[in-house]
């Protein structure tokens, strides 16, 4: 089944213990994004990649790394997590760009509580 | 900079009436406009696009969304509301600059379609 994976899908963490977010794909996409989803803000997009090896920040960066070391995979890194990253986390992938390539297939979801 | 507004937090709408969720949106260059659905513990799905060509966009579900270049709009419509439709829906943004793949949600509006 096509499908964007997502590990874990709830984590409760404390304050400045480093966390990673997994996020696989399996339908060969180019693309693929990281959001966070708050209350009243809707969804806002942390990094993004076009490619293996390439990776852009999206409108809020701070606080997280990402890396895309092979095509399938694009791990979220809190090196220090704060109770204001508290969110529910969504990876997307997307085959890339174009008329028939520009839909976001998104995962089930990351809910994060740092205490 | 880009930008997304869905002015409603909630739309009520009868089962059977027609629906329209509003979105209204900012950009430098050409828009690519979506919609997406969030259903209750759920993650996005897509359900239309507008990139290029006819105004008027067909998607999943019965639901359809007009580009409307002057008023800067891209209103989501069904003709007959189903009790099935509520949800989240979140209209987004990207703007077709090569090179960048920022996407811009809006802050998403809750529909009730009330039997």
């Known amino acids: 089944e096509a499908q964007v994976t997502q590990n874990p899908r709830y984590l409760i963490t404390v304050t400045g213990k480093k966390l990673t977010v997994t996020c696989s794909q399996n339908?060969?996409?180019?693309?693929m994004s990281w959001y966070r989803q708050d209350p009243g803000l809707g969804l806002r997009q942390i990094y993004y990649?076009?490619?293996?090896?390439?990776?852009d920040k999206g409108d809020v960066p701070e606080g997280y790394k990402v890396s895309r070391k092979e095509k399938r995979n694009f791990p979220l890194i809190l090196e220090s997590p704060s109770p204001n990253q508290t969110s529910l986390y969504f990876c997307?992938?997307?085959?890339?760009?174009?008329?028939?390539?520009?839909?976001?297939?998104f995962g089930p979801g990351t809910r994060l509580l740092v205490l | 900079a880009q930008s997304v507004a869905q002015p409603e937090d909630q739309v009520n709408v009868a089962e059977g009436n027609p629906l329209t969720v509003k979105c209204t949106y900012s950009?430098?260059?050409?828009?690519?406009l979506f919609w997406y659905v969030q259903y209750p513990n759920r993650g996005l799905q897509f359900l239309l696009k507008y990139i290029t060509g006819d105004n008027l966009v067909k998607g999943s579900y019965g639901f359809e969304a007009e580009f409307n270049k002057s008023q800067t709009s891209f209103h989501l419509k069904k003709p007959s509301a189903l009790v099935s439709d509520s949800a989240l829906y979140f209209c987004?943004?990207?703007?077709?600059?090569?090179?960048?793949?920022?996407?811009?949600f809006g802050t998403g509006t809750r529909l009730k379609v009330l039997a």
């Open positions: 997307a992938s997307s085959p890339g760009q174009g008329v028939a390539q520009e839909t976001q297939y």
């Open positions: 990649s076009m490619n293996v090896e390439v990776t």
């Open positions: 950009v430098s260059g050409n828009p690519y």
């Open positions: 339908m060969n996409h180019e693309y």
């Open positions: 987004a943004v990207r703007d077709s600059l090569w090179g960048t793949y920022k996407y811009i």
